[in-house]
């Protein structure tokens, strides 16, 4: 069974740097063909895909927010963390990280994800 | 950026009844390699995350009920619920994931008529 739980602040200032760690287990990112994305929701609105960082290291962003995203991972830790700069009340929103499962079987969708971290951007 | 766009908004379905809900993609998201279509579809129920209901446009994942399927090819893909139970009210989300470039449709909002 395949589990993932999301850690970090709840509240942030506006510039801050926000940094998010999902902690997974269930799997293995050293495995061929796994990956770990973020995906965020702002109250109210749809699923915004931020990140996504596959077994070998190999990582995508989306691109208007390519500049202030960092992903990484520790293999050992069974964690994946994402950082984001300066952030803007607009980044004000519930972030998910989510099990990418391989693409053999489904091509890579989100088939496991955590309950959400709830990340408020305020002065 | 591969642009998903759903219809309705809103839908409101008295129980037992069909819903049906489409999704259309900006550019087509099948491979020609393989005839597979990436196209998956989302439900979230309110203060839980989402949960994968159907991947490669038609395929349910494991424990999702035979009322829900999912069809269509190329831009234009539909999610069927063939006879709405109480438990299905719901957002729900299609998703592609043919680009490295994830996008998700807007959502659709279903509710008891």
């Known amino acids: 069974q395949i589990t993932l739980e999301e850690s970090g602040p709840t509240l942030v200032r506006p510039t801050q740097t926000l940094t998010l760690t999902c902690t997974f287990s269930?799997?293995?990112?050293?495995?061929?063909?796994?990956?770990v994305g973020w995906i965020r929701q702002p109250p109210g609105k749809a699923l915004e895909w931020l990140a996504l960082i596959y077994w070998d290291d190999d990582n995508r962003y989306w691109p208007s927010l390519k500049t202030r995203l960092t992903i990484t991972k520790d293999t050992s830790k069974n964690q994946v963390v994402l950082t984001m700069t300066n952030m803007d009340p607009v980044d004000t929103a519930t972030y998910y990280c989510?099990?990418?499962?391989?693409?053999?079987?489904?091509?890579?969708?989100?088939?496991?994800w955590g309950h959400g971290t709830m990340v408020t951007v305020s002065s | 950026d591969i642009v998903m766009t759903q219809s309705p908004d809103s839908l409101a379905v008295t129980l037992g009844e069909r819903a049906t809900i489409t999704c259309k993609s900006s550019q087509s998201v099948r491979s020609s390699s393989t005839g597979n279509n990436y196209l998956a579809w989302y439900q979230q129920k309110p203060g839980q995350p989402p949960k994968l209901l159907i991947y490669w446009a038609s395929t349910r994942d494991s424990g999702v009920p035979d009322r829900f399927s999912g069809s269509g090819s190329g831009t234009d893909f539909t999610l069927t619920i063939s006879s709405l139970q109480a438990e299905d009210v719901a957002v729900y989300y299609c998703?592609?994931?043919?680009?490295?470039?994830?996008?998700f449709g807007q959502g659709t909002r279903l509710e008891i008529k």
């Open positions: 998703q592609q994931y043919y680009s490295d470039k994830y996008t």
């Open positions: 269930g799997f293995s990112l050293s495995t061929d063909g796994e990956g």
């Open positions: 989510a099990h990418r499962s391989s693409g053999l079987l489904t091509g890579g969708v989100f088939d496991a």
